[in-house]
């Protein structure tokens, strides 16, 4: 089992920069495959981005490509936020999966194991 712990989120600016962690607890997080997911009021669950077991492949949805990086160690999974904007306040969620790969199918919540309970963006303008 796997334990997932987010935090960093807060009120921000648009244009903003701002740093979630996911702390992972439990078994070794080394050989896991990780990903955030955000929802905002209203909307569906949505992929935001991933990486594999070794931090080294990652995928990232249209939305946030260029703008957000996702980076992993042996504790935690993170996600960089850089040019934030009203589009992106929502809840993020991260996730984490034994399978260590990404595959096909990567965007789609059923296949990641492990939920944390996820933090908190808002952007005020």
């Known amino acids: 089992q796997v334990a997932l712990a987010e935090s960093g989120g807060r009120m921000v600016q648009a244009g903003d920069s701002l740093k979630l962690s996911c702390v992972a607890s439990?078994?070794?997080?080394?050989?896991?495959?990780a990903a955030w997911f955000r929802q905002a009021p209203g909307k569906e669950r949505e992929f935001v981005a991933a990486i594999n077991w070794g931090g080294v492949v990652t995928y990232y949805s249209e939305d946030v490509k260029g703008r957000f990086t996702i980076s992993k160690d042996n504790s935690g999974v993170y996600l960089h936020m850089n040019s934030i904007g009203p589009e992106d306040a929502a809840v993020y969620v991260c996730?984490?999966?034994?399978?260590?790969?990404?595959?096909?199918?990567?965007?789609?919540?059923?296949?990641?194991?492990?939920w944390g309970l996820g933090t908190q963006v808002i952007v005020s303008s």
């Open positions: 439990g078994r070794s997080f080394s050989s896991h495959a």
């Open positions: 996730a984490a999966k034994t399978d260590g790969t990404l595959g096909r199918e990567l965007t789609t919540a059923r296949i990641w194991n492990y």
